[in-house]
């Protein structure tokens, strides 16, 4: 069955620091593979996809990811955190030939000034 | 406006009786999704609509929900004698179809007493 791990419950780090975010799936065949983030009082918004191609996608708000197939992991990143990039990260994996999302339980980012 | 809109916001209810959650999807969009985040939990795929399809039902949790899309837009999701572990935030997303990008409502927080 396909599943989405992300090992990281909660992270902190220091306003300007770089981010990475592990996501790990579990999916026979090539995935769709997707960030969302999701802010307190506020619904899910997608970050970045990736269907086929580059492997390094980029995303908004400065954010990207890289697809290694070898490693089964989808991995987010960003080069300088901002206090505003603290929410809830979920990384998903779409099933072939259907737009079912399986999500992760989520990594909870925060951001200290 | 022109994103996913639902209602109610928040829903208390007691065990027992049932709820009807309402989610007006972006207009054109032709699939439309319902999605659960428990406390803890990802989020978790309950249901999904595709045009005229029959709609992929395939992970509702027991035979108390059910959901409805009227006339391709609005759907409505019914939950029948709830229980306590029904208490979630109930999303819904829609979009375009596959492999587009799901654009997901505020939800509505559901809490059985």
């Known amino acids: 069955a396909q599943s989405v791990t992300q090992p990281d419950i909660h992270i902190t780090v220091s306003e300007g620091a770089s981010l990475e975010l592990r996501c790990n799936y579990s999916y026979g065949a090539t995935p769709y593979l997707f960030w969302y983030v999701q802010s307190p009082g506020q619904g899910l918004q997608l970050l970045l996809k990736y269907f086929s191609g580059d492997t390094l996608v980029q995303g908004i708000k400065g954010f990207e990811a890289e697809f290694k197939r070898s490693q089964s992991s989808f991995n987010l990143r960003k080069p300088s955190v901002h206090w505003s990039d603290a929410a809830e990260y979920f990384c998903?994996?779409?099933?072939?030939?259907?737009?079912?999302?399986?999500f992760g339980t989520g990594t909870r980012l925060q951001v200290f000034p | 406006g022109a994103g996913v809109s639902q209602s109610p916001s928040n829903k208390v209810t007691e065990k027992g009786k049932d709820v009807e959650l309402r989610c007006d999807p972006i207009?054109?969009?032709?699939?439309l999704y319902w999605y659960r985040q428990s406390l803890g939990q990802g989020l978790e795929f309950l249901i999904y609509f595709q045009g005229n399809s029959a709609p992929d039902k395939s992970g509702l949790p027991s035979d108390r929900f059910s959901a409805e899309r009227t006339g391709g837009s609005v759907s409505t999701l019914t939950i029948q004698r709830t229980q306590q572990e029904d208490s979630a935030v109930y999303l819904c997303?829609?979009?375009?179809?596959?492999?587009?990008?799901?654009?997901f409502g505020p939800g509505t927080r559901l809490t059985v007493l």
């Open positions: 998903a994996v779409g099933r072939e030939n259907t737009d079912k999302l399986i």
């Open positions: 207009s054109g969009h032709t699939a």
């Open positions: 997303a829609s979009s375009l179809g596959r492999e587009a990008e799901q654009f």
